[in-house]
């Protein structure tokens, strides 16, 4: 028997035909589940380095491995071998009052009818302190055989103390082949009909994730029983998976990586791969204003004074991104995204600030020349520059001397300004 903390018990008095229905409603990557080890396909290699997976009697353990590797399904089978009672938790849904509840119930189960019980606890790394230390008594007394599972390092995720009584348990992604393997016996059982070229698609771009390719097999199967007589072909197959398979997030790895190699890329004048990373965030739902931002800091971090224009460019993007919006703004983005890629590049200004901060940073406060103050009182003589030649006259705007923080490069209109200032202050 399966216990939930979340669905409760099954209720034995459905009808087969409700219990049917219920059934296909269910996603396919749930149906499709193993029950065996002879069904299960991948992680080869752990019944090699953990024989005692293969045995009845199993330790404590927490099963670690990319979404979509078998881990739920792994602690399924392994319940169902060695012959113990099976209760999920899932650490999102559930708090320490419903832990302590099932616990209350795994030892209720033990000692009216001898059942040693096994606790699944899917998402483990999101326990709290307080649910752990609640595990942790029993797990060490060996009330229970908990498995947990979790997409993160439980040596950095679970604390010290439980992980020491569990054992891990490291699966990787499953392989294209595993995968295509998984979707062939699938569509075969429940006779999905699908190109075998859509299968080895849908196997390439799950990403070793079966959970992804049989969610995506779920959909064409849906799709297929509302056309009826003309299932999908091969090019509307690809056109659904590639509109429902392109990862993008908003705070997270996705994110940052993707906006890494947009600014990388202007950085080194390809305006190809900027173009192509401004479409990856347009299509992911990035904010366009946000990434607007990016451009004017941009222009000023990477090409500045090689090309002043491109300021003006980015400020004039960010103001006619926030007052058009999408899709138009787009265009505007695109124009501002191809000017500063193909620009002239110089961080001098960048670079120049950075140290100048890091001067003061390092200083007591620096005073102000007398002759520079708002009210100097007579104190020292100010020369005013338009009064001379050139408007400029040489004189020290510093008390004490100081490093030389901004380095004009030799590229684009910068050159100009390093020559004058070389004419100037040589």
């Not at 090699?48 to 491995?65: A, C, D, E, Q």
């Not at 606890?121 to 999101?126: C, K, L, P």
């Not at 190109?195 to 959909?219: C, E, H, V």
């Not at 100081?402 to 202050?425: A, S």
């Amino acid at each position: 028997m399966v216990n939930d903390a979340q669905t409760g018990l099954f209720d034995s008095k459905s009808t087969n035909q409700n219990v049917i229905q219920n059934n296909a409603r269910r996603p396919l990557a749930f149906r499709a589940r193993p029950t065996d080890l002879e069904s299960y396909v991948g992680q080869t290699h752990l019944f090699t380095r953990y024989p005692f997976l293969k045995g009845n009697n199993l330790p404590s353990l927490v099963l670690w491995g990319p979404p979509g590797t078998g881990k739920t399904t792994l602690a399924h089978i392994l319940a169902e071998r060695s012959g113990l009672e099976f209760y999920r938790f899932n650490a999102v849904l559930g708090g320490i009052a419903d832990l302590k509840k099932l616990i209350a119930s795994a030892e209720e189960m033990k000692k009216m009818f001898g059942k040693e019980a096994l606790i699944f606890i899917d998402e483990i790394h999101r326990f709290n302190k307080a649910q752990q230390d609640a595990l942790l008594p029993h797990v060490e007394a060996g009330d229970f055989t908990l498995i947990g599972a979790t997409t993160e390092n439980p040596r950095s995720s679970v604390n010290r103390a439980l992980l020491s009584r569990l054992q891990v348990v490291e699966l990787t992604r499953l392989s294209s082949q595993e995968v295509l393997q998984i979707l062939k016996s699938t569509s075969e059982k429940y006779e999905i009909n699908t190109p075998p070229m859509a299968l080895d698609f849908i196997a390439d771009y799950s990403r070793g994730d079966a959970r992804t390719a049989l969610n995506i097999l779920d959909l064409i199967q849906r799709q297929n029983a509302e056309l009826g007589d003309s299932p999908l072909d091969f090019n509307q197959i690809q056109k659904l998976i590639l509109e429902n398979s392109r990862d993008y997030d908003k705070d997270k790895d996705r994110h940052y990586d993707v906006i890494s190699a947009f600014i990388k890329s202007m950085r080194g004048s390809d305006p190809n791969a900027a173009l192509l990373w401004l479409a990856v965030m347009l299509d992911g739902g990035e904010d366009p204003v946000f990434i607007a931002r990016r451009l004017v800091v941009f222009a000023s971090e990477d090409v500045g004074n090689a090309d002043p224009m491109g300021l003006t460019m980015a400020t004039a993007a960010l103001s006619a991104v926030a007052s058009i919006g999408m899709p138009e703004a787009r265009i505007n983005l695109a124009q501002a995204v191809t000017y500063l890629a193909a620009a002239e590049k110089s961080n001098a200004a960048y670079m120049g600030i950075n140290q100048a901060m890091e001067y003061v940073q390092s200083n007591c406060t620096i005073e102000v020349p007398e002759m520079l103050k708002n009210e100097h009182g007579g104190k020292g003589e100010y020369k005013y520059p338009h009064s001379y030649d050139g408007a400029f006259v040489k004189q020290n705007y510093t008390k004490e001397s100081i490093p030389k923080f901004y380095e004009p490069t030799n590229h684009g209109q910068e050159m100009k300004i390093k020559d004058r200032l070389d004419n100037l202050w040589d």
